[in-house]
């Protein structure tokens, strides 16, 4: 909203108490589920607005050309949808440093032999959004391959072009690495076929205008948050589970919700409500554990959905732990008890992560990772630096260091990089009205993409 006016952006900004975004729908930018707002844009634009102390107020673009349409209407301040800097936007836009970088992908079915190179792809239902990055590159590589040929859209998004190439009426689709990471739990017989761009910068989008007041700022802010580890930490929270399921895997978890998870769902509810908790982080874990087989054991000696020790199922009063109710109420039990002994400073969403890896490895090797994080210099308080140092607990020369010894420290790592990807695939499959934990029973009647 800078264009015109005599007044500073920034000024503009701190007067009227609220920074306007204009962003657009996606896995990588903004949702609102059930009512609850996120987004890696959006949290970054939030921290932004709070850095000058004002209210954040997001105009969210359906389709991708709005997006600009907005900023150049000027009724937005600038733009937070993901964008990449291309040449052709550098004419008519003022870009940030970048935040991350992101490579195309060509997305294609299972069902359809892998090309292997852009040339292969020719004369197939092969459509892209209009006017995006994805677009404007197609353009350049059509003058190396003259026979390239696609279509574009206005009216889908990315997401939506997956899916018409999950249910066959596309054979191809582009999409950004980082937002096919986050929805290939949907579509697990998709997958990427090549990269057809080298990285591309991500980067907030002002416009051209001789005030650089409020883009100073958001440049500065930036830059802060990089120096103090913040923007690895909101790129963590995002980004850094996406990758933990294979093809197999993410097929046999979309039909275990179907078969296991209905028979299972009252009493993951009922052990929420209990403890507090969330019931699709506790099925998450639960499957984690067992895969939701009440009838697992380890070669350990665990037991159970929730996979509990003789030892642990003792101290917290579950006599059976083959019985998937006794066994989901004490993981749900012993999970709490893992919050609670997490210091109150720690913020969500790391204590959360931190109470998994301790109900995965004991709290006594989560602390002794934390006291190596920290005198590494790390943030102790931050699952992003503490993940980077659990592994340390595995070699002699650190965990004769630690209270506790040694630990296969690589184990917890994992185990919460799965089960982020188990919950954030039931929360994007299952809706949660009103944002509570009783879900009916009816919502578990959920139509799964074709696989």
Not at 62 to 85: H, P, R, T, Y
Not at 222 to 231: A, C, F, K, R
Not at 278 to 290: G, P, R, T, V
Not at 307 to 325: F, H, S, V, W, Y
Request: aromatic content about 10%; glycine content about 6%.
């Amino acid at each position: 909203m800078s264009g015109c006016s005599k007044e500073p952006q920034l000024d503009a900004v701190l007067n009227r108490g609220e920074l306007i975004v204009v962003t657009s729908l996606g896995p990588t930018t903004f949702h609102n589920r059930a009512g609850n707002e996120g987004g890696f844009e959006f949290e970054l634009a939030t921290l932004f607005a709070q850095s000058l102390g004002v209210k954040a107020r997001f105009i969210v673009s359906n389709n991708f050309d709005s997006v600009f349409s907005e900023l150049q209407a000027e009724q937005a301040d600038f733009i937070a949808a993901g964008l990449s800097i291309t040449p052709q936007r550098k004419q008519n836009l003022l870009f940030t440093p970048a935040y991350y970088q992101v490579k195309q992908q060509l997305i294609y079915h299972h069902r359809t032999r892998r090309p292997r190179s852009i040339d292969k792809i020719s004369g197939l239902f092969f459509e892209v959004v209009a006017n995006t990055s994805h677009a404007e590159n197609l353009t350049e590589l059509s003058k190396q391959y003259p026979a390239l040929t696609w279509s574009t859209s206005r009216n889908s998004s990315v997401s939506e072009l997956l899916e018409m190439v999950n249910s066959g009426l596309l054979d191809y689709t582009v999409a950004d690495s980082n937002q096919f990471e986050l929805l290939r739990g949907q579509y697990p017989k998709l997958s990427a076929a090549f990269d057809i761009s080298e990285p591309e910068d991500i980067a907030w989008a002002f416009a051209k205008t001789e005030d650089l007041s409020l883009y100073n700022k958001a440049v500065a802010f930036l830059q802060s948050i990089q120096d103090d580890g913040t923007l690895l930490q909101l790129q963590d929270k995002y980004f850094g589970y996406s990758k933990a399921l294979d093809y197999v895997g993410l097929c046999t978890y979309k039909r275990h919700i179907k078969d296991r998870l209905p028979s299972l769902l009252p009493y993951f509810r009922m052990a929420a409500i209990r403890y507090g908790l969330d019931w699709k982080l506790l099925a998450a874990i639960a499957y984690q554990e067992s895969h939701w087989n009440k009838d697992a054991v380890s070669p350990t000696g665990v037991r159970g959905i929730m996979m509990l020790t003789q030892a642990t199922a003792k101290q917290i009063g579950i006599e059976n732990r083959l019985d998937p109710q006794q066994s989901i109420i004490g993981g749900a039990r012993y999970l709490s008890t893992r919050l609670l002994n997490i210091p109150p400073r720690i913020q969500e969403p790391d204590r959360t992560w931190m109470a998994m890896a301790a109900y995965n490895i004991g709290f006594g090797h989560l602390e002794d990772a934390r006291i190596l994080t920290q005198k590494q210099g790390a943030n102790p308080d931050r699952w992003v630096d503490v993940k980077e140092h659990l592994p340390l607990l595995r070699k002699k020369e650190w965990y004769k260091k630690t209270k506790y010894g040694y630990a296969r420290g690589n184990e917890p790592v994992v185990y919460v990089r799965n089960i982020r990807h188990y919950y954030d695939i039931l929360q994007r499959l299952i809706p949660e009205p009103n944002n509570t934990n009783q879900t009916s029973d009816k919502a578990l009647n959920i139509n799964l993409p074709a696989l």
